[in-house]
């Protein structure tokens, strides 16, 4: 039995996914205390509790604290099995946390599953839809499955109400090698709005070409008739030869449209200027990718709480060794070996 105290690194919700994760992949039980003990509301959340029910059903597993508000959970997992899963969260809570929850068991199962779940698909302090169907997914691809995911309706907090569909084709997962981003083939700038002035997507999309110079082409807005709730996200796509990064900033009562694109311009700028392929949020993410694979390397940026505690959780659940070597100020060199 492993056990973790939740309190540690970044103290929020990522030790319990990728326990979770890594629990449902290596068959190791575990207990988890000071669950989000870092958080305004520790304990678990309606996200959070939706993502254990979900490493529940995929692991067939016996477990204890799953409650709203829990601090301990103890998870005991007792046989993958791949199928058709249907997880809602119920609230604005994020989805795609969920979905990366499962996403490691699913792709060690023995046969092909669809997912549909529900909830916020574009959430702040979570991954957005988008990042995970243009950034994150392609990698997976590369390393062997087949990932396809579809969004069928977007959900913003507070009122959720997001749909998508993932389909999935496990294969062994192949060692990854990404270390340059190559050349820039397309750049693009998006403010979606829902229910809210479009006048705040003109004023996002003004602030970011003044910085950032991108051609008038390169900045699109997109009006959202029949959302759930109201709801702006800005979202800037670089893809290269690659690898294609996404970064995104959110929009909240009584925070200033070129606050909001200020956040957006600092991200794409410290990524561009590093001149690394593997952005800060992508980092922890293929981390665990490759852990699973047990070998890969790529160069990132320094990295950040998430990606410290992803590393110290991996730690329980996998043999293998991660060497982080610091390139430059802003340029860090990860290897992953088994």
């Not at 950034?135 to 087949?146: D, K």
């Not at 796509?237 to 990064?245: A, D, F, G, K, L």
Request: net charge neutral; hydrophobic share 40%; proline share 6%.
């Amino acid at each position: 039995m492993v056990r973790i105290d939740g309190s540690k690194g970044e103290g929020g919700g990522q030790v319990l996914r990728t326990a979770l994760a890594l629990s449902l992949v290596t068959g190791t039980p575990f207990t988890i205390t000071n669950i989000r003990a870092g958080r305004k509301k520790p304990g678990l959340l309606r996200q959070h509790l939706t993502g254990v029910k979900a490493a529940e059903a995929v692991g067939a597993a016996e477990v204890s604290g799953a409650e709203l508000g829990s601090r301990e959970l103890t998870f005991r997992p007792r046989a993958l099995a791949a199928g058709n899963y249907h997880f809602s969260v119920g609230t604005a809570g994020s989805a795609t946390l969920v979905f990366q929850t499962v996403l490691p068991a699913l792709l060690m199962a023995q046969g092909p599953s669809t997912l549909m779940l529900e909830g916020g698909t574009h959430n702040p302090a979570a991954p957005p839809f988008d990042f995970l169907q243009k950034a994150f997914l392609p990698l997976v691809r590369r390393m062997g499955p087949s990932v396809e995911a579809t969004l069928e309706r977007p959900g913003f907090f507070p009122a959720g109400g997001g749909k998508f569909r993932v389909d999935v084709k496990p294969a062994p997962l192949k060692p990854l090698s990404l270390m340059e981003r190559g050349r820039v083939l397309r750049r693009e700038v998006k403010a979606v709005v829902a229910a809210i002035p479009f006048d705040v997507a003109k004023r996002e999309l003004d602030t970011v070409a003044g910085a950032l110079k991108w051609r008038p082409d390169e900045f699109r807005t997109e009006e959202l008739k029949r959302s759930p709730g109201p709801g702006n996200v800005l979202m800037a796509e670089v893809e290269s030869e690659h690898v294609t990064e996404l970064f995104t900033a959110f929009g909240e009562r009584g925070k200033r449209a070129e606050e909001v694109g200020g956040e957006v311009v600092h991200e794409v700028k410290r990524y561009l200027d590093a001149e690394v392929p593997v952005g800060e949020h992508l980092c922890d993410q293929l981390l665990l990718l490759l852990a699973l694979a047990k070998g890969g390397s790529f160069r990132t940026l320094p990295l950040d709480g998430h990606a410290e505690t992803q590393l110290e959780t991996m730690a329980h659940f996998l043999d293998v060794k991660v060497q982080v070597r610091e390139v430059e100020r802003e340029v860090r060199e990860v290897e992953v070996r088994g």
